[in-house]
């Protein structure tokens, strides 16, 4: 089985940043593809950047040129740079892995990001 344990959430004030670890262990996939998703208080999950195991990266429009996903795969970690952080960036941070073909996912518990205004 796959477990993935999030860190370095906190509270940080608007235009600030953070990093955000993701460490999973267990068996890992070669073809496994990494991903932060976001929920905050009465909204939908949503993607937040994916990145392949060959390093292609995609990002939600709202996080673009401020968010930079990376891995590191000989230590089964990803990571997720915040950069210029918003209000609306608030919100429980959440690591994925999806193991093709199947698209089956594996979740974290989430870390907290609370960005003051």
């Known amino acids: 089985q796959v477990q993935l344990v999030e860190s370095g959430g906190g509270l940080v004030q608007a235009g600030g940043s953070l990093r955000l670890s993701c460490a999973a262990s267990?068996?890992?996939?070669?073809?496994?593809?990494m991903g932060w998703y976001r929920q905050a208080p009465g909204k939908q999950r949503e993607l937040v950047a994916r990145?392949?195991?060959?390093?292609?990266?995609n990002y939600a429009d709202s996080v673009k040129g401020r968010f930079t996903i990376s891995r590191d795969n000989a230590k089964k970690m990803v990571y997720l740079q915040m950069n210029s952080l918003k209000f609306e960036d608030t919100g429980v941070y959440l690591c994925?892995?999806?193991?093709?073909?199947?698209?089956?996912?594996?979740w974290g518990q989430g870390t907290q990001v609370t960005v003051s205004s």
């Open positions: 267990g068996i890992i996939f070669s073809t496994d593809v």
């Open positions: 990145i392949t195991p060959g390093g292609s990266t």
């Open positions: 994925n892995l999806r193991r093709m073909p199947f698209s089956y996912d594996y």
